[in-house]
T-cell receptor, first 114, second 115 residues
Framework: KQEVTQIPAALSVPEGENLVLNCSFTDSAIYNLQWFRQDPGKGLTSLLLIQSSQREQTSGRLNASLDKSSGRSTLYIAASQPGDSATYLCAVTGSGAGSYQLTFGKGTKLSVIP | ETGVTQTPRHLVMGMTNKKSLKCEQHLGHNAMYWYKQSAKKPLELMFVYNFKEQTENNSVPSRFSPECPNSSHLFLHLHTLQPEDSALYLC??????????????FGPGTRLTVL
């Protein structure tokens, strides 16, 4: 059974810092990995999706990398802003039966201090 | 309306009530999903519908009953719930589960409180 772990559970940084969020998964047989953002009490906003054949994806100040063989992904946020404060969730889609199923981590709660 | 919408946004119900959650997607997607998000737990997949057919039921109790009348609408019918069912219920849609690029898009969720 796939398990997804996100470290740290919470992170507080001053505005302007670059930061890295980590995600690891136990079964490397994945179709893709998706990073989401969730604001308190709200739904999820998709940030980036990396297919299993890709190494990284970039969107604005965000860069996500994927090392499928080691079961790891990182989300790099450049020049952090208070508006980046949210919970960031990592999720993977398996490659076997039920491959459309997303398995989520518990998330990293990010606070960017002005 | 664009994206994935959910109604109601907040719902308080007693254990003997019957209510329904509604989800609608305006993205032309073929698959729709129900997830449950409880405090301090990862999101849990409940049901998957692909082309209106239920393809996954992750051992969800029968007091939760999904309905998918067409590819754009998804309902979750609730009856005789328990207080531990209180959670944020999220709906999502995606283009094609068979595709490697099956990005899921989520609605804002319904915050459910069972008294």
């Amino acid at each position: 059974k796939q398990e997804v772990t996100q470290i740290p559970a919470a992170l507080s940084v001053p505005e302007g810092e670059n930061l890295v969020l980590n995600c690891s998964f136990t079964d490397s047989a994945i179709y893709n990995l998706q990073w989401f953002r969730q604001d308190p009490g709200k739904g999820l906003t998709s940030l980036l999706l990396i297919q299993s054949s890709q190494r990284e994806q970039t969107s604005g100040r965000l860069n996500a990398s994927l090392d499928k063989s080691s079961g790891r992904s990182t989300l790099y946020i450049a020049a952090s802003q208070p508006g980046d404060s949210a919970t960031y969730l990592c999720a993977v889609t398996g490659s076997g039966a039920g491959s459309y199923q997303l398995t989520f981590g518990k998330g990293t709660k990010l606070s960017v201090i002005p | 309306e664009t994206g994935v919408t959910q109604t109601p946004r907040h719902l308080v119900m007693g254990m003997t009530n019957k209510k329904s959650l509604k989800c609608e997607q305006h993205l032309g997607h073929n698959a729709m999903y129900w997830y449950k998000q409880s405090a301090k737990k990862p999101l849990e997949l409940m049901f998957v519908y692909n082309f209106k057919e239920q393809t996954e039921n992750n051992s969800v109790p029968s007091r939760f009953s999904p309905e998918c009348p067409n590819s754009s609408h998804l309902f979750l019918h609730l009856h005789t719930l328990q207080p531990e069912d209180s959670a944020l219920y999220l709906c999502a849609s995606s283009p094609n589960p068979a595709s490697l690029y099956n990005e899921q898009f989520f609605g804002p969720g319904t915050r459910l409180t069972v008294l």
